[in-house]
Nanobody, 124 residues
Framework: VQLQASGGGLVQAGGSLRLSCAASGRSFSSYTVGWFRQAPGKEREFVAAIRRSGATYYADSKKGRFTISRDNAKNTVYLQMNSLTPEDTAVYYC???????????????????WGQGTEVTVSS
């Protein structure tokens, strides 16, 4: 499967963005999709994930501000980000895996497929 992340851009603090992760290939609905981000000089960190069942998981600091969802008919997973702060500035990546287990969702090493990243900049 190939992933294409989009929707990043420049936004003021307090604003919102919706990122999209479009996938090619069949059986996308059977994949778990995760969003990760990497800020300059920092390690890549988990943001959110959605299982094929629709179950969602979030990093604690993102709960309430970020929402992950999927539209299997469009082979797309979304990340709605609200109340953005400058600390949310990063390159956001989507990743997918067909067999990842729940306890590994937050670890980037367990995802087999990655998109190219989309840059989000939040100005103060």
């Amino acid at each position: 499967v190939q992933l294409q992340a989009s929707g990043g851009g420049l936004v003021q603090a307090g604003g919102s963005l919706r990122l999209s992760c479009a996938a090619s290939g069949r059986s996308f609905s059977s994949y778990t999709v995760g969003w990760f981000r990497q800020a300059p000089g920092k390690e890549r960190e988990f943001v959110a994930a959605i299982r094929r069942s629709g179950a969602t998981y979030y990093a604690d600091s993102k709960k309430g501000r970020f929402t992950i969802s999927r539209d299997n008919a469009k082979n797309t997973v979304y990340l709605q980000m609200n109340s953005l702060t400058p600390e949310d500035t990063a390159v956001y990546y989507c990743a997918a895996d067909q067999s990842i287990i729940v306890t590994s969702l937050t670890s980037s090493q367990y995802y087999d497929y990655w998109g190219q990243g989309t840059e989000v900049t939040v100005s103060s």
